[in-house]
């Protein structure tokens, strides 16, 4: 993994708004509004290389860090846009990476870097687990030189947008097991030629997230796209999910950053009763104190993320970057809603559509209750709650 300068970092900001500002305000509004998954910003991103970000060097990536990746999906939200479209490909690349075998890695990873292939779809969550995922039900059963998968997904995104992706399912009966975190297994399914029958059903969702509910009927995948060992799946994602945490951190921080400049430029402008709504402190110090707290998860966002890249341990750090960057964001987003008065609630000031989007964070990919937990059974030594 190659390490970047602060002047590297700078750079990769500046590029990043350079592709942004190829995508105004009205281009996400639209999509929005359609219901359209945005192709034409995906594609100028894969072809400017920063999707395949932490795919390293050897594979046709830039084997950058998530420090830099978190930069990226950062700046994405910090303009008009939402990097939901496509961050997933960013941190699945955790389980595939120190998983995968040398001929998963060769066979994919170059046509993920270059664009010609597509991973942003994880199916872990199920009707049934939720966030317990050690209770998924999905069966996979080795049949010869295959396994053949039975069972449901929900909250499955970007799967009619993807090529490949992830699943992880139950390869060893819950009841016989011993440990409970044994049993599950991570496979990569090749979603363009699909053996059996997958049906694929749209979720009607508060955002344009391309959520849908997967039900896999005798759906064939061969065994040598089962990634890492059999059994061990539920360990091999968690590789993923800190990588994921300090992501999701820095797209909140992204959309922290946005409201922030949005409420702030608009209460410098308009006028109410002969002068700037800003000059009323009870609507600029809703703002600053937002402000201060998204610069404060920011610091949590590098801690977390500069841990991971020098291979340390990070959970508590990640989970706190998101954490406390989903809380500031929502906050912002509240803020500058006041802020915009009636206007905030109008389509044109882009406003209600990033306050949909931002809450997200604060619910998924794990919902904030869950990191106290984390927080309060793992870090400081209290006892479970579950």
Request: hydrophobic share 40%.
């Amino acid at each position: 993994m190659a390490h970047a300068s602060e002047e590297d970092r700078q750079a990769i900001r500046e590029a990043i708004r350079k592709i942004c500002a190829g995508f105004p305000d009205s281009y996400w509004r639209d999509i929005d509004k359609a219901h359209e998954y945005p192709q034409a910003f995906v594609d100028a991103l894969t072809a400017s290389g920063y999707l395949g970000a932490l795919i390293p060097e050897t594979y046709g990536g830039a084997g950058l860090g998530i420090t830099e990746a978190s930069i990226i999906l950062e700046e994405i939200n910090r303009s008009p846009g939402n990097a939901l479209a496509c961050h997933a490909q960013m941190y699945t690349m955790g389980t595939l990476l120190k998983h995968g075998s040398e001929e998963q890695k060769r066979r994919y990873l170059p046509k993920v870097a270059s664009g010609e292939l597509r991973l942003q779809a994880f199916a872990v969550t199920e009707p049934n687990a939720g966030s317990e995922t050690t209770k998924i039900e999905t069966r996979a059963v080795r049949a010869g030189d295959k396994y053949i998968v039975n069972g449901q997904k929900i909250f499955i995104s970007r799967v009619k947008q993807s090529d490949l992706m992830l699943l992880l399912a139950r390869t060893t009966p819950y009841n016989e097991l011993k440990d409970k975190t044994r049993g599950l297994s991570v496979f990569l399914l090749d979603l363009r030629d699909i053996k059996g029958k997958l049906d694929v059903k749209p979720l009607d969702m508060m955002i344009n997230h391309h959520t849908n509910i997967l039900f896999f009927e005798n759906v064939e995948v061969p065994a040598e796209n089962l990634v890492g060992e059999e059994g061990m799946g539920f360990r091999h994602i968690i590789d993923g999910w800190n990588a994921e945490r300090i992501l999701i951190a820095s797209e909140a921080i992204g959309d922290g950053r946005w409201f922030v400049e949005r409420a702030a430029k608009y209460a410098s402008e308009r006028v109410v009763f002969g002068k700037p709504i800003g000059a009323n402190q009870g609507v600029q110090f809703p703002i600053a104190r937002s402000f201060a707290h998204v610069e404060a998860a920011d610091r949590m966002r590098f801690y977390a993320a500069e841990k991971f890249d020098r291979g340390e341990k990070c959970g508590a750090e990640a989970n706190m970057a998101k954490l406390l960057a989903s809380e500031a964001a929502w906050e912002a987003a509240n803020a500058c809603l006041d802020a915009h008065g009636g206007y905030g609630f109008a389509r044109e000031y882009d406003v209600e559509r990033k306050f949909r989007e931002t809450r997200l964070y604060m619910t998924a990919p794990i919902n904030n209750n869950l990191v106290l937990a984390y927080l309060g059974q793992n870090v400081l030594g209290m006892p479970r709650s579950y």
